[in-house]
Structure formats: C-alpha cells, structure tokens
C-alpha cells in the first residue's frame, strides 16, 4: 500500500509539472545577464529575449547584473526558484573559469544548474589600437618581446575568457604583456578606443563596427575558419600560431530540478529562433555562430571546457579571493 501510495504521489507531481509546462509561460521571464548592456552577451541576450517575448506573447526581462567575473550574476541565477521564470545566459567565464579563479564561489554550477542550450560560439579577435605600430600578430610578438612588460591588453574582467586568452597566449609564447581587467568588454572597448590601453583580447560583437571604420585594427580571430563579420581578419593559425584558440560561447541555463518539460520547451523554442535564418545572419553579421544544440550536447560541451581550461588556470596560478 505504501508503494502504490509513492507511486500515486509521483504521478499527480508528474502530472502538475506537464500541466504546468503547458501553460508556461504564463506571466513575464526574467533572463539574467553576467555583463553590462551593450556588450556581446548582452546583444544576444535581447536578440533572445524580443524574439521569445513574441513567440509567448509575454515580455522577458533582461537583467543585467555585471561584476565579480559574472559570480554575482551566476549566485543570483543559481538561488532563484526552479519553476522557468528565471532563465541565465550564462557562458565560459560563469559556467567554466569561475569555478578554478574563484577561492570562494558561492554556487556550483555543475551542481545548481541544467542546460538548455548553447546559444553562441564567439571567436575572439586579438585588435590594437593604431597608434600600436604593428599590423600582424608576428609583429605584435615581436615588439612584446622587445618590450617586456610594457604592452597591455584590455578585457572585460579578471578571470573572464579574455583574461585566461591572454594567459594562453603568454604560456604558448613566452611573451610578457600586462592585463587590464574591465567591468565588462563596453568599457574596455572604450578604452581601447581612446588609446588608454594598447590591445585588446575581445569578442567581435559590438567591435566590428570600430574595425570596419579604422578605429581599431583586428591582427587575428579564434577558432578553425576566418569570421564572416571581418573576412579580412587572419586566423591565429593562418598568422603564424597553430594551435592556439580561445574562442568565447554562451548558453541558456536554468536552476537546478526545473522541471524537464519547462526545459524541453523553452528549448524548442529558442532553438527555432537560433536556427532562424534571419536570426543567424543578424549574429553572423556581428560575428558570432548561432550552435542550437540539445542539453546533452551542451552538458558534454562544458565538461570538455572544463577539462580545457582548469590546466591553462593552474598553470597561470590565476586567483581571485
């Protein structure tokens, strides 16, 4: 009696979850944001949150909760209640390097989240300010050499996948340039703009623009293939460096025991927006990849990033107390 008494509870749970996730959403989303307005995450983020707030018929809220290497943004996302109405585009920096730079990070995120989807694959772009005199990364070494010490580079934050890009590229090559960390890429980008820092380790999202113009000059882009967003702009391998790759992502996260149907939908949903071939040439245009994968393409994805970036942390000794 007692079996069938479990097995009747777990059937009217399961049964209030579906009915649930039918009628889901039925009041406005939050999605929380690890980086202030106007950077790469923040304009997939409201690309996401216009085209989901049309598909329900309710309104998503982007809330954007910058600092702390994105772990007061993670926190936040990791306590909140598990019922879909509060979604985290989280990324390598919260989902990945926070978990080896932070001595105290106050959630878990193998632990106190589950995967929706990985929205975006984001190379990143090694650019200078013109008054730098280098136009090759060859060039950039060079000079980093000869001037240990005294080259900067500029990234949204410490601990942030700029910051551990820089490291990789110190490791691979042996020079010694300083990092300049930022409260998100915006302000470093500013500054970068100004000649207040000489480069820059950056997504491409937001910075094209600047490129385009001649404002900033772009040695070198991440990953396998040359950014639609900037043709012109080498590979690191095609620039002297095999080997060598850095690139940034994002994805959906929810809190942990969200119910699975909340995540099938939400899935389903977001996915045909990434896969949207408008939506896809919108981000390509800024020279970021729409990916659309399952959860358990994406859960695999992050244990293989975790494996990547835990040995190039401890190598650098990186910490944040």
């Known amino acids: 009696m007692r079996l069938r008494g479990k097995w009747i509870t777990g059937a009217l749970l399961l049964a209030s979850a579906t009915a649930h996730a039918q009628n889901y959403p039925a009041k406005s989303v939050k999605m929380i944001v690890p980086f202030p307005a106007g950077g790469p995450t923040d304009i997939v983020a409201r690309l996401l949150g216009q085209k989901l707030g049309e598909t329900w018929g309710q309104s998503v809220v982007i809330d954007n909760r910058p600092g702390g290497g994105g772990v007061i943004a993670g926190q936040l996302a990791a306590k909140s209640p598990s019922d879909g109405y509060t979604i985290f585009l989280g990324g390598i920096t919260t989902l990945v390097l926070s978990t080896y730079v ?4 106050p959630y878990d995120s193998l632990r106190e989240f589950l995967p929706v989807t990985q929205t975006t694959l984001q190379p990143l772009l090694l650019m200078v300010h013109p008054s730098l005199p280098v136009k090759t990364v060859q060039e950039y070494l060079a000079l980093a050499r000869a001037r240990p010490g005294q080259i900067n580079y500029g990234t949204s934050g410490p601990g942030g996948s700029g910051h551990l890009a820089g490291e990789l590229l110190r490791s691979m090559t042996g020079i010694n340039i300083v990092h300049v960390p930022y ?12 000649g207040q820092v000489q480069s820059m380790l950056g997504a491409p999202l937001a910075v094209i623009p600047h490129i385009r113009s ?8 991440t990953g ?9 702009v080498p590979t690191f391998a095609e620039a002297g460096l095999p080997g060598y790759d850095a690139s940034t992502w994002n994805g959906i996260m ?3 025991s969200t119910p699975r149907a909340i995540i099938e939908r939400l899935h389903s949903d977001i996915v045909k927006i990434l896969r949207a071939p408008g939506n896809q040439e919108r981000l390509a245009t800024d020279g970021s990849i729409a990916i659309a994968s399952t959860p358990e393409e994406f859960a695999s994805f992050i ?3 975790h494996a990547k970036w ?11 107390e």
Request: charged share 25%; net charge positive; proline share 8%.
């Open 102 to 105: 932070h001595k105290n990070r």
């Open 303 to 305: 244990n293989a990033e």
């Open 224 to 232: 396998q293939k040359r950014s639609l967003a900037a043709p012109s």
């Open 310 to 320: 835990s040995k190039v942390v401890r190598d650098a000794n990186i910490r944040i």
């Open 214 to 221: 001649g404002k900033i000059r772009a040695l070198a882009v």
């Open 183 to 194: 409260r998100g890429q915006p302000p470093a980008l500013n500054d970068l703009l100004a």
């Open 254 to 256: 929810v809190p942990a």
